[in-house]
Nanobody, 125 residues
Framework: VQLQASGGGLVQAGGSLRLSCAASGLTFSNYGMGWFRQAPGKEHEFVAAVTWGGGTLYADSVKGRFTVSRDNAKNTVYLQMNNLKPEDTAVYSC????????????????????WGQGTLVTVSS
C-alpha cells in the first residue's frame, strides 16, 4: 500500500490550498481515510476523515474551513483548506484503514494501518 500526499505550499493567511492523497495497492473504496498534521515542536493532531461510506469527521479547529472528500474512481482523497491561518502551518499526512467502524474512532492515529509521507503547508501572517 502506498499513500502519496501532495499539494502543500506557502500561502498567505486567508488563502486556500487543496491537498491530495493518491492511494495505490489497496481497494480504495473499502478504506476510511484520515488527514493528520504535525506542527513544529507539537504532537500529531487529527484534522479530518472520510469513511468508506462517505461520512466525515472534523477537528473543531478546522470545522467550517476545511472540507474532506474522496474520489473512488481516482483512488484519491482531498482536503480543501480555506481561510487558512498561521496556526494551520504543519506537515499534513494521510492515512488509511479498513477496520474502523465507529466514526468517532477516525480521529485516533493508532487506528490506522497505512500512512503516507506528508506535505508541508506553511501559512504566513
Amino acid at each position: 500500500v502506498q499513500l502519496q500526499a501532495s499539494g502543500g505550499g506557502l500561502v498567505q493567511a486567508g488563502g486556500s490550498l487543496r491537498l491530495s492523497c493518491a492511494a495505490s495497492g489497496l481497494t480504495f473504496s473499502n478504506y476510511g481515510m484520515g488527514w493528520f498534521r504535525q506542527a513544529p515542536g507539537k504532537e500529531h493532531e487529527f484534522v479530518a476523515a472520510v469513511t468508506w461510506g462517505g461520512g466525515t469527521l472534523y477537528a473543531d479547529s478546522v470545522k467550517g474551513r476545511f472540507t474532506v472528500s474522496r474520489d473512488n474512481a481516482k483512488n484519491t482523497v482531498y482536503l480543501q483548506m480555506n481561510n487558512l491561518k498561521p496556526e494551520d502551518t504543519a506537515v499534513y499526512s494521510c492515512a488509511a484503514d479498513r477496520t474502523i467502524y465507529t466514526l468517532n474512532h477516525y480521529n485516533r492515529r493508532d487506528k490506522y494501518d497505512y500512512w503516507g509521507q506528508g506535505t508541508l503547508v506553511t501559512v504566513s501572517s
